[in-house]
């Protein structure tokens, strides 16, 4: 392909993420074109697709999986429809961005990986936070040693929309749950800083029958290599966090805002080594932008995806295990 022109994407649906955050991450980007949109209800995509400046908008999914224009597409739909979706547009020879989790199961993640592959085409899940470059800066004073030998990571990802009804997010068949929905993000956040396998789980949830009976809150610990724990919690029915803390044998990692940033505010963290706490610098840049640039150049310019979809199916094989483990009140073993 002509590494001069950009990637031209098609979205699958108007979910709020997609309308809010990752079209106008791609539309801000280097490589990237929003061309297409679809929705099963064609006036909401025409509507859609006038608020944001998109040229096509079409009434089913298959439409625009049958417009050969269309490089890539994005997959912002219920968890439950991820798998579905990613086959029939690997088949229709789509790259793809699949929103987090990636699938319902370790399973379906593989399927999905698989397909992608024999159909020659990208797959990558949509955690843009690990594209941000203070990511790469945490993991550089890791290795550096200033805080000495990691003890143990901290993480917390929470908001309270219990009051809401006809949320996705409270139907047990569609993958809903915390974990689900924003677990994963600590649970990624912890494989990828210590870069390896946690070899097992123990979650406690809260699971509500006023919410479908999903797990409105889970409070987990990963066992890794070398004693360490990871602790982190999840939840949709408490006040709003999200934080991450890696504690070290000499110093501490803290940032307050770990899984959101915001390119017109500052999303600085900060180190404490022999009781100096200073604050570290970083890009004010578009994660979804830079998510987008990504799969950009894979695509365009044949590098590889920073992150390889079988990473998907790990942290997959992670969630599952931690929601199995809040619904049987055990330790799983991975």
Partial sequence: MNSDRKLRWGIIGSASIAVRSVIPGLQQSELNEVTAIASRDEEKAKQTADQLGISQAYGSYEALLADDSIDAVYIPLPNHLHREWTLRAAEAGKHILCEKPLALTEQEAQEMVQACEDAGVHLAEALMYRHHPRYDQIKDIIASGEIGEVRGIHSTFSFNSSGSTGNVRFRRDWGGGSLYDIGCYSISAARLLLGQEPSAATVIGMFSPEHGHVDMMASGLLEFDNHIGVTFDSSMWAAFRNTLEV????????????????????????????????????????????????????????????????DAVANMKVLEACLRSAEECTRITL
């Fill in 247 to 310: 504690l070290g044998s000499d110093g501490i990692i803290e940032v307050p805002s770990a899984y959101i940033s915001n390119p017109d505010r500052s999303s600085n963290f900060f180190v404490t080594v022999d009781g100096e706490r200073k604050e570290i610098e970083v890009p004010q840049v578009n994660h979804y932008s830079l998510q987008g640039d990504d799969m950009a150049r894979a695509v365009l310019q044949g590098k590889a995806l920073r992150f390889a979809p079988s």
